[in-house]
């Protein structure tokens, strides 16, 4: 029986052992690989359907001394199986949407958007705010026609 109970706790340390070392190689291995690229589809701009957005929307910018009239569409993937889905959601909820550029509008100084660097910024932000709100990536532009900061 004292031999039995040796054995037993001999194994039950080797396997502790093999356990701590599995992990910690797992650990290491994790940590000091490279991170892998994402793979981000962008599609063919003959694809690109554009949804304007009914009227311009118009609202103060951060710290309330300027304010923005901006007309703008969406460039959205119309080769995606989300397209008419995203089309019927656009429609009946662009007030929603509206009112989310509104408040990211309110959020950003005009020292922000002021330079061609700082509206690509601010392309990206909408685009990303749109996908956010419907839950999906099909919105790949931000087209802005008319911009007047007064």
Known sequence: MDNKFKIIIIVVLLVLVLLVAGGGFFLYTMIN???KEEVVY???KDVIAV???TEAIMTNLAGGSKTIRISMALGADSSSKQYSNFIAWFMEKEIVIRDAIYSLF???PVEAISSTEGEEELKIQIRDLV???FGTT???E???SNIVIQ
């Open 131 to 133: 996908n956010d709100l």
């Open 33 to 35: 690989s490279e991170p």
């Open 51 to 53: 949804i304007p957005f």
């Open 138 to 140: 099909i919105v790949y």
């Open 106 to 108: 309110r959020s950003i």
């Open 42 to 44: 962008t599609p063919d």
């Open 142 to 144: 931000v087209y802005f």
